[in-house]
């Protein structure tokens, strides 16, 4: 419905695939930034799995555009006539359901499998896709693994469809370690949502979460994250302050570094033996 009343187009139609310039593909490329570099060895390893079998393996950026592939050097042609070379669009306004387009514009992994495209000239074509989110929670690209063979079985696509899913979270969780490489990156948790990864600074405070943790601790969906306590996230004893928790923390914090040297952790705190001795027992720490 929404290839044919949103965008107008004509099922039937044969049009042969137009690409972009090698100028504007590299100036997408870098709208796109370290992504691309990122994912590089992601579609190295997931075509090293697929490839044999007659796939090809495909990045796009935001907007369905073809921006890096892995295909046999010996397929290149038919690829390329098919559209599935870079430069190519497959967003939905241009090539209606599809995998790649359909896949950004729910935001959500799924299979297109042969007929079940809109356009004639795609239905030999089986399609596996998973968008990819930035480090701000936002769709950035898209992962897509692509075949034309007549034997190739929805039970193979869904076999697939969990690499390129691996592959897109694995891409996803480097990015984000990579814009935080400055920052404490902490994992939370690994689900088939993505993996949690929030980020901190040297107060304890979040300053990044990836997608998956967003979702997890109900935080904004995208954008810039507003900092917040890490504590307040994980759920910390709310019975003391925040105050009294941060004291607590940072005496504890000293006396691992000192080996459990109460002398020694109290010169690195800038207080005296006694008083040291007095806010470990106000805390109930050991020494």
């Known amino acids: 419905m929404r290839s044919q009343r949103k965008h107008g187009l004509d099922p039937g139609r044969k049009d042969r695939p137009e690409y972009l310039t090698n100028f504007e593909i590299e100036t997408r490329k870098r709208e796109l930034g370290r992504v691309v570099t990122i994912a590089e060895s992601k579609l190295d390893q997931l075509f090293a ?13 935001r907007d369905g555009i073809v ?53 004639a000239t795609n239905i030999e074509m089986s399609c596996i896709d998973a968008p990819v989110y930035g480090p701000d929670g936002e769709i950035v690209a898209a992962l897509d693994v692509s075949s034309a063979r007549a034997d190739q079985t929805e039970a193979l696509n869904g076999l697939i469809a969990e690499l390129v899913r691996q592959a897109a979270r694995n891409i996803e969780a480097d990015a984000f370690q990579d814009k935080f490489s400055d920052a404490r990156v902490l994992v939370v948790s690994d689900s088939s949502d993505g993996v949690s990864l929030l980020a901190t600074n040297a107060d304890d405070i979040v300053i990044g979460a990836t997608r998956a943790a967003r979702r997890a601790f109900d935080l904004q969906s995208f ?52 008083t040291l001795y007095r806010r470990m027992k106000r805390f109930g720490i050991k020494g």
């Open 223 to 274: 954008g810039d994250l507003k900092p917040i306590p890490l504590g307040d996230l994980i759920g910390r004893d709310s019975a003391s302050t925040g105050f009294a928790r941060a004291q607590s923390a940072a005496i504890t914090r000293a006396l691992i570094r000192a080996d459990h040297n109460v002398s020694l952790a109290a010169r690195e705190l800038g207080v005296s033996r006694a």
């Open 49 to 61: 799995v697929v490839g044999g079998s007659g796939c090809c393996v495909l990045l796009t950026d």
């Open 67 to 119: 921006i890096d592939h892995r295909y046999q050097m010996a397929d290149e042609h038919a690829f390329r006539a098919w559209g599935l070379g870079a430069g190519a669009d497959w967003s939905e306004s241009a090539q209606g359901t599809n995998g790649i387009g359909t896949c950004l514009a729910e935001g959500r992994e799924l299979i297109v499998h042969r007929d079940q495209h809109f356009m």
